[in-house]
């Protein structure tokens, strides 16, 4: 499964579906409840397409389409680099999280889910709440994260992300203690706050950047972290740089700026192009941790309810991700190659046996 870049014919649906390899896309609207929604399922090799459901106010529907394509693919790795009998797949509603929220809304969505008959299993995501998945939940089965389960998956995805971004300090630093460095955490939702939250716990100086302004509030007074502008992130003098929002924040402008020597955070698709910033990191010797592998706890969390395995279990799982994270590194390191081409292979192998 040769990672591509999206077509760079955007308006051909089809075009972009061929060029990173997607089984299905399915797209969604409902008149009577508002909803605009895409369900992308890119791979079911390894199982059914598990992946959450993101709701963002996006420019308009490519956007939104190309945002669901690169992070369903992105499932795929994920799911396999952990080892789990899943495929990967991804769903965007098109709105605003805070104001445009329903009961009707996430039913109707649920219905579309439910269409698919467990090819894709649902779960949360960004501007998502456990609460939601319960109304999806009326309609469906095929949804993970729900209260009582597993519930919230972003404990565990803010834990794997913390014992990742340990072992990056471990190979870049000698030893994998956080006490002391300066961490730019951009993104204080429910995953950047336990994370913000462990890196207080430890000892790391952190500075966050969010825009919505009473999260940011909150984990400044809980956890003394240093508050920033949007895009003063980019230009603090920091050991590391942990994006936790949305993706492609690593690319030509912000390499210029960052004075980070590790990249380690829990967003999704943080290269903007992966083949050329991928290897502009490495040159500028900053460890990037890739970021399928490194938040890859959220799914384990998902994984482990679908699959009837305990709390305990996830969490170990999830702490594997620091042995996974250093032998990525020494690969990197060892044959000179870009740490997301490390990871890419490391999923794909798994894939191509399955096969």
């Not at 199982?47 to 459901?53: C, E, I, S, V």
């Not at 490519?62 to 690169?70: E, G, H, N, S």
């Not at 960004?126 to 597993?150: C, F, R, Y």
């Not at 969490?315 to 740490?339: C, L």
Request: net charge negative; glycine share 10%.
């Amino acid at each position: 499964m040769e990672v591509k870049e999206i077509s760079k014919d955007e308006n051909n649906v089809l075009a972009q579906m061929v060029s990173m390899d997607h089984e299905q896309v399915l797209f969604c609207q409902d008149r009577a409840t508002g909803l605009k929604a895409i369900i992308a399922v890119h791979n079911t090799v390894l199982g059914p397409a598990l992946g959450g459901t993101r709701m963002w106010n996006y420019t308009n529907e490519i956007d939104a389409l190309t945002d669901v394509l690169r992070l369903s693919r992105g499932m795929t790795y994920k799911n396999s680099i952990s080892g789990l009998n899943l495929g990967g797949g991804k769903a965007v509603i098109i709105g605003d999280s805070h104001t445009q929220k329903n009961e009707a809304l996430f039913r109707r969505f649920g219905q579309f889910v439910d269409s698919l008959s467990g090819k894709y299993i649902t779960a949360e995501d960004v501007g998502i709440s456990p609460q939601d998945m319960v109304w999806v939940n009326q309609e469906t089965n095929h949804v993970a994260g729900l209260p009582g389960k597993s519930g919230d998956p972003s404990p565990v995805t803010a834990y794997g992300v913390y014992v990742g971004m340990k072992a990056c300090a471990k190979a870049q630093f000698g030893k994998d203690s956080l006490a002391g460095l300066k961490v730019a955490v951009q993104g204080a939702g429910h995953v950047g706050q336990y994370l913000i939250k462990h890196l207080n716990e430890e000892g790391a100086e952190v500075f966050v950047t969010d825009i919505h302004e009473p999260s940011l509030k909150e984990v400044s007074e809980k956890y003394g972290a240093s508050i920033v502008g949007l895009d003063e992130i980019y230009d603090l003098d920091v050991d590391v740089y942990a994006p936790c929002a949305l993706g492609a924040t690593v690319n030509d402008d912000t390499l210029s700026r960052l004075k980070c020597s590790i990249i380690a955070g829990a967003a999704n698709n943080q290269l903007k192009d992966e083949t050329v910033h991928g290897k502009m990191v490495m040159e500028k010797g900053i460890i990037y941790a890739p970021d399928f592998m490194l938040n890859a706890g959220g799914v384990i969390n998902c994984f482990a309810e679908v699959d009837g395995r305990t709390a305990e279990w996830a969490m170990e799982k999830a702490s594997q991700i620091y042995d996974t994270t250093a032998e990525i590194i020494n690969g990197s390191r060892t044959n000179n190659i870009p740490t997301y081409a490390i990871a890419n292979k490391m999923a794909e192998d798994r894939i191509k046996e399955a096969k």
